[in-house]
């Protein structure tokens, strides 16, 4: 965990110098210039941090998930502190995405929020994860919360490909690479950068899943010490 | 008489060290024993040591912790869902439906147990038997709790269960209706297995074995 | 054979319970005229758009089934009788018995809808009855899917009236932004093609829910 730590650190580091650093020019010559993109110009340079902040809350839900699921299969409640602090981290992520979107999107679209299919997506995000949360604190016991929890979280997760299909058909976007191609209304993004934004965007994508694995950790430690504390207190 | 013979089947319940936990805080551990019929069980311990759970994990209705229960008919070990059929159940946390009949509550239950056929003369005599076939077109609703805990009885006994398990069995009840269930208790013990869930030192008394539940006080 | 014979006696026991007690549709009817009332107040002379009109459609039968479809497993728990059908039925008996139940108020209520909003608003014309007719049907199906394993899951929980809808909602929306836009192609006459592709979305949002809630059933009913 500790080489998971530094790595994070040194790689996030890295994405906050080299994403603000690097100057942007129209005909890049270097490794170290970016391309001027029409209409985004400096906003571009959102993507190295909002994007990957989007991912990684999409990363908590999902990991969240697979230990709900694991405690179904075991009634270990270990899993299910595994499983809560993943999506506590995710919600973090996912309210951090939604306001450095809205944002960005003020300055590049003119408001805060536009319903474009992926501010939509992020936003069921949210709500799923609110939803969550209000479920657990309305459970009594600490058995019923981890196993209606994960319920829940499976139930949730089985209309994620739902939204994949359908955001398309029924919203148009504005994300970049939207506009005449129909790839970038769908909730995932593809992207088309130079090879060297591609390089510090992937950087960053390992940094914060990193960054996420390790801060995962330290909340999972500190949630076990403070049911052993609370055990102790009966 | 009353419960009208019951079907020949042969049935064991085998408990393997089953421990139940509520708030990670253990209720009782190490809870191990065989049954099959004849033989009776009570199951004594302080208020809140445990009975009612693991009176609930015998009947399938919640699961244990750690450990496990068993089940064989006719020789065959079973799943719950297939020994159901075969349990009877008396409990403060199993109630009837209040806007129903007394005798509509019981069509309506056998028929979604639907193992056994529509039984009208059965349900006449069980009604009989805890002294409530005058009432039995009055909703539940209105009845006292003591006549809640009569129907039960007649509930429990309607599929002529091999295993009768009994919580709290005369909570409620009158000098009349605790005789009836001393009467059902001896029958049931000679031919089948029976549970007893309780406090009373009478009541325990009426099962050859009785075990214990509760953690020690830390 | 017995799995039908119980799953139906389930459906016979909650119609006839629902009959006695008119718990779920009385209230549900009333929720929906007094909230096309409110609705009627709101736009009286606006000339309302498809896409508006579909949309108003669908909000009135998912806040009116918010108030009513969690009732299904409310009452057992409010009640305590949890345990006795437990006792007498398998998890999935009870599921698919309860499905069936919420399915049938489901179609009852946006027939109802449908019914008021034709007469209410002169712009609510139908003019593909079949996209209409296919929408309304398998919409309610998903909708009542989705809602009943929801209901079984807060009926444990400590705030269960205002639990429903922050729950439901996340997982309907699928759902909902299709019958709204199925809906819309309806009120504009489109071709019966046109809305194939919605149709297939609805289809396979029932089968997931329903094959998902199955699965994930026997966690929610047993302790
Ligand atoms: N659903 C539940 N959630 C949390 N604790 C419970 C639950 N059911 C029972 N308990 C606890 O388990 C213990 C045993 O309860 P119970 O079996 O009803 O006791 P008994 O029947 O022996 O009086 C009690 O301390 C009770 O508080
Ligand atoms: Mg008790």
Redesign the interface.
Known sequence: MKAVKYLSIILVTFVIIAGIAIPMVPEPQSLFEFPIIPGLEDKARNIFFHVPVAWTSVLGFLVALYYGFKY?RT?N?DYDIQSVSSAGLGMMFCLLATVTGSIWAKFNWGSFWNWDPRETSIF?LL??Y??YF??RS???????RA??S???A???G??AP??I??MP??VGGLHPGAKGDTSGSTPVAQLHMPPNMRFVFFVSLIGFSLLFIWLLNVRIRAARVE?QL??KD? | MESGGHSMNRVTITAHDVAKDFNRRQIFRDISFSLSLPSSLAITGKNGAGKSTLSKILAGLIGSTRGSITYTLNDKQVGIEKFKHSIGFVSPYLNLYDEFTALENLQLLSRIRATTQQNEGRMKDLLSLVNLWQRRDDLVGTFSSGMKQRLKYAFALLHNPNVLILDEPTSSLDEEGIEFVQRIVRQQKEEGVLIVATNDKEEAGWCAKEIHVGMPER | MNFIVSTWAIVVKDVRSELRTRYALNALLMFVVTSVATILFALRDDELSPEILSGMFWVVIFFTAMSGLSRIFVSEEERGTTLTLQLVASPSVVYFGKLLFNSGLTLILSSAVTVLYVVVFPAFVIKSPLIFGFTVFLGSLGFASAATIIAAVIAKANTKGTLYPVLSFPILIPLLMTVMKSTARALDGELFTAALGEFQILVSYLLVMTAGSYLLFDYVWKE
């Open positions: 179904l009634k409640l069921i709500l799923i609110g939803a209000a479920l309305a459970l009594g016991s600490d058995e019923a196993r209606l994960a319920v829940y499976i139930l949730a089985l209309t739902f939204f299909f359908i058909r029924i049911h609370s055990i009966h």
